[in-house]
């Protein structure tokens, strides 16, 4: 391929080579045909030095006027196939350095044997489509953290208010004060998920791999919830199989087994059922947790994994958007899989593929 290639390159060289050649021999060609014809005709008469000088001076300008000719051709071309296009990429990058990113270079007259001015386009247009994308990011982004925040905001600032009334009850007062820790934890909760992902999509955050059990680890993350399946009445369904070693990070892992559980409990129902499963083979092991809560639909799983996303906005209140966004971003630095099965209104099942060694 790349023979093929310097082959290809050897040869349009040899083409332009053999065309400068041609054009500068039948400029030569005419200028000395013309001379040599003036002097034959001057030296059937009779030869003399005013013959020889208008000889000349008839060569010299029609050396003059081949040239001005190539020169206009010249021009020309290059107006068309250089100038012309430099012009629409410099418009087009202008454009995007004004933050305008739906600009885009459209499709240019092929100038040259490698259509390099059309492959700079198409770079650029590419460029353009990423910045397209990261600035709708941003200001969603933005747009969905201030919204973010504003709300557990206003609620404690209302809560705040309240227990300033010296004739509140007690029982009110506690329920208030209990109202503003719960809302200040969450605000935190969603800080630190920020600062998290904020670290893992910018490449802040190293695996620091060690071996370790999977099993236990599993275990140790769902023990962390029995208060809120107690709470709830939840039956667990646990198939964990035994000494499956990995070789991972920990720390980064354990963010993404509790994100998963805390969704499975948060979404099901009193009475309802979550199922942890650990299964493994010579070099993966899959994890899959699975709860009756109340499901989604084919499209809203679609963007499941999106910063920010709410597909059902009822329960908006359950969480902030960012937990399976940093849960996605975690599985794409281990280089592993996730995948999510739902059924609306009768749960969900997420399943997590991991190397055993990453």
Not at 10 to 20: A, D, G, I, P, Q
Not at 40 to 49: G, K, Q, V
Not at 115 to 121: A, E, L, M, P
Not at 241 to 266: M, P, Q, T, Y
Request: with cysteine.
């Amino acid at each position: 391929m790349i023979r093929s290639g310097r082959f290809a390159r050897l040869l349009r060289s040899v083409n332009r080579f053999l065309v400068f050649f041609l054009l500068v021999a039948f400029v030569t060609t005419c200028c000395l045909m013309l001379f040599i014809t003036v002097m034959s005709n001057a030296m059937e008469i009779d030869l003399t030095s005013a013959h020889i000088q208008s000889a000349a001076k008839i060569t010299f300008l029609n050396v003059i006027l081949l040239s001005l000719v190539c020169a206009t051709v010249d021009f020309i071309r290059r107006k068309l196939t250089v100038t012309r296009p430099a012009r629409i990429i410099v418009n087009t990058t202008q454009k995007l350095m004004k933050g305008d990113f739906s600009a885009r270079v459209p499709r240019l007259a092929k100038a040259d044997d490698e259509d390099t001015f059309n492959r700079i386009g198409e770079g650029i247009n590419r460029l353009a489509e990423e910045l397209s994308g990261v600035e709708t990011l941003r200001t969603d982004f933005v747009a969905n953290v201030s919204h973010e925040l504003k709300t557990p905001l206003a609620v404690i600032g209302n809560y705040a208010a309240m227990l300033r009334d010296p004739d509140l009850p007690q029982e009110k007062r506690i329920e208030y004060a209990q109202a503003i820790s719960d809302t200040s934890r969450r605000l935190a909760g969603l800080i630190t998920n920020i600062l998290k992902l904020n670290k893992l999509e910018n490449q802040q955050i190293f695996p620091d791999n060690t071996t370790y059990d999977l099993g236990e680890q599993l275990c140790e993350c769902l023990l962390r919830f029995e208060s809120e399946w107690e709470k709830k009445n939840i039956e667990i369904d646990t198939d964990i199989a035994e000494e499956v070693a990995i070789f991972a990070d920990g720390e980064l892992l354990s963010l993404v087994w509790s994100n998963l559980l805390s969704n499975a409990f948060k979404f099901t129902d009193e009475g309802g059922r979550v199922s942890v499963r650990l299964t493994a083979d010579e070099t993966h092991a899959t994890v899959s947790v699975t709860d009756t809560g109340c499901g989604m639909t084919p499209e809203v799983g679609a963007h499941i994994f999106e910063k920010f996303y709410q597909g059902d906005t009822s329960h908006a209140t359950r969480g902030n958007g960012l937990g399976l966004a940093l849960v996605k971003r975690i599985v794409d630095i281990i280089e592993g899989e996730i995948a999510v099965e739902s059924v609306s209104g009768k749960g969900s099942t997420f399943t997590v593929r991991i190397k055993k060694r990453i």
